[in-house]
């Protein structure tokens, strides 16, 4: 079965600095693996997803995200960081054998001035 | 809008009490599925439907829960007799079931129901 893992779940960090948020997951097929991001009392927004192709996927807002396929880890990066992206972040895999996404526990971006 | 649509946005009920929450999915997305999201949790799957297809209800977590999708659009999640527990976010989203452009995996969330079971 396939699963998502997020150590961490907050991750302070001052403005303007670098970011990663860790991804693991497990899986014994191709994956499709997605960022989302949910602000305070908004829905999931997609962040950027990896289907195939190049490893360094760029989304939006200046996230980007590298699919490694040896450590199984989708990581997500932005070089600084705004107040702005302080929400919640989820890392997803798709599940093709039954047509879900299964979703890590989140992690808690805290960007502080 | 052309977005996820989920009303009532929150919902405040009193333990055993029955509520429909609703969501209306963006035209043409033929699939549709129901979380939850409790306070410092992650998404639960809940249940999925795929067009006219039998859905899949293997996350619903009690039968106290249903949920049905009338003409293949709008969507209601019933929770009967509602529990304490059952205080949470609830998140709809739907996508298209075709395999190029955005593909069955790229989900459109709408903003969700906050349900308070008091």
């Known amino acids: 079965a396939q699963s998502v893992t997020q150590l961490d779940s907050q991750v302070p960090v001052f403005e303007e600095a670098p970011v990663e948020l860790r991804c693991n997951y497990s899986?014994?097929?191709?994956?499709?693996l997605f960022w989302y991001v949910q602000y305070p009392n908004q829905g999931l927004q997609l962040l950027l997803k990896?289907?195939?192709?190049?490893?360094l996927v760029k989304g939006i807002n200046g996230f980007e995200a590298e699919f490694n396929k040896s450590q199984t880890s989708f990581h997500l990066r932005k070089p600084s960081v705004h107040i702005s992206d302080t929400a919640e972040y989820f890392c997803?895999?798709?599940?093709?054998?039954?047509?879900?996404?299964?979703f890590g526990s989140g992690t808690r971006l805290l960007v502080r001035p | 809008g052309a977005g996820v649509s989920q009303s009532p946005s929150n919902k405040v009920t009193e333990k055993g009490k029955d509520v429909e929450l609703r969501c209306d999915p963006i035209?043409?997305?033929?699939?549709l599925y129901w979380y939850r999201q409790s306070l410092g949790q992650g998404l639960e799957f809940l249940i999925y439907?795929?067009?006219?297809?039998?859905?899949?209800k293997s996350g619903l977590p009690s039968d106290r829960f249903s949920a049905e999708r009338t003409g293949g659009s709008v969507s209601t999640l019933t929770i009967q007799r509602t529990q304490q527990e059952d205080s949470a976010v609830y998140l709809c989203?739907?996508?298209?079931?075709?395999?190029?452009?955005?593909?069955?995996?790229?989900?459109?969330f709408g903003p969700g129901t906050r349900l308070t079971v008091t």
């Open positions: 989203a739907s996508s298209s079931s075709r395999r190029t452009g955005t593909g069955p995996y790229e989900q459109y």
């Open positions: 899986s014994s097929v191709s994956v499709y």
């Open positions: 990896y289907l195939s192709g190049s490893t």
């Open positions: 997803a895999v798709w599940m093709d054998s039954s047509y879900k996404l299964i």
């Open positions: 035209s043409g997305h033929t699939a």
């Open positions: 439907f795929q067009g006219n297809s039998a859905p899949d």
